[in-house]
């Protein structure tokens, strides 16, 4: 379907993931199930940095279908879920309904942000997953800024850009990490592959996606440019999903081989507007 390369990067990459939420809503990956059986699906670095969410205006940056949108309103947050997906949003507002959880849905593009979901939030919440469907990071940083009340705090966890070097195709036996791409990369990287993250039985038929590489730097500059004090970065040698083929699992997370080097695999940030 996507054999011929698309004009526009956010456009295939929305194609891509209007194909992937039903897939993930149904898939062991997201545990929907366990969900709605009363299970969080906010994994436990992120339930011991974020802090006490309970009366907390938040607002959820590319919620995807609402799982940690949600999980964050059984907390007792007032949530907003944002996603460019009309059918994440949909998926959302459904489990919201099933799960008979108070939250709202906008189905907007992040750089939308502040314009479409509006002002004042206590909390900006974003994970896993988010940072590289963005062409400019200046201009998240700005609708994050805007979006927050003075004093409000973002919050975001995430895979580390030293993944990005790293070979997550071969089979690394060795469990070494083999490097073969660059740190620094301008402009979008395309990709073509039926790969389906959460499942992995699955042939996408939407082949296309564009990625941005954004550097750790980057991130937290656009943050303080935007006007947010960070409160702390945290690097952490541990992965929600598993980022190279050579990393094992140890309960919720990822984590490097017995032996093998401890690289940070993902990192944390938390700013305050002044
Ligand atoms: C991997 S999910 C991240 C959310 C969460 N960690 C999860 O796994 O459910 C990435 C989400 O970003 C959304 N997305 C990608 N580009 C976007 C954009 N420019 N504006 C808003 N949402 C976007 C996708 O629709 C997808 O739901």
């Known amino acids: 379907m996507s054999a011929t390369p698309s004009n526009d990067p956010i456009t295939a990459n929305l194609a891509r993931w209007e194909e992937q939420v039903g897939i993930h809503v149904g898939s062991d990956f997201y545990r929907v199930k366990e969900f709605l059986a009363g299970e969080t699906s906010l994994d436990p670095l992120i339930l011991d940095e974020l802090g006490d969410v309970a009366g907390k205006r938040l607002l959820h940056l590319q919620c995807h279908f609402g799982l940690d949108t949600l999980s964050l309103a059984r907390k007792g947050a007032a949530v907003t ?3 460019f997906s009309p059918k994440a949003i949909a998926a959302a507002e459904a489990l919201a309904a099933q799960a008979k959880l108070p ?3 906008i189905c907007a593009r992040v750089d939308e942000a502040a314009q479409r ?4 939030y206590d909390m900006v919440f974003a994970s896993w997953g988010v940072l590289m469907w963005l062409p400019d990071l200046r201009i ?17 966890a995430e895979g580390h850009p030293m993944l990005w ?14 490097a073969v791409r660059p740190y620094f990369l301008e402009g979008p990287q395309r990709w073509e592959n039926a790969h389906d993250y959460a499942e992995p039985s699955v042939s996408l038929t939407h082949l296309e996606s564009h990625e941005w590489q954004h550097t750790l730097g980057e991130v937290v500059t656009a943050l303080a440019e935007a006007g947010l004090r960070i409160d702390f970065l945290h690097e952490h040698d541990r992965l ?5 083929p050579c990393l094992v699992r140890e309960g919720r997370y990822f984590v490097a081989p017995e032996g093998g080097p401890r690289l940070p695999l993902s990192y944390s940030v938390r700013a305050r507007k002044a």
């Open 240 to 244: 929600v999903w598993q980022g190279l």
């Open 140 to 156: 998240w940083a700005k609708n994050i800024a805007d979006c927050l009340k003075p004093g409000g705090t973002f919050y975001l």
């Open 103 to 105: 939250a709202r849905f």
């Open 165 to 178: 070097i790293f070979d997550d195709e071969a089979e690394t036996a060795d469990g070494n990490y083999h």
């Open 117 to 120: 979901a509006g002002t004042g």
């Open 81 to 83: 879920g944002l996603d």
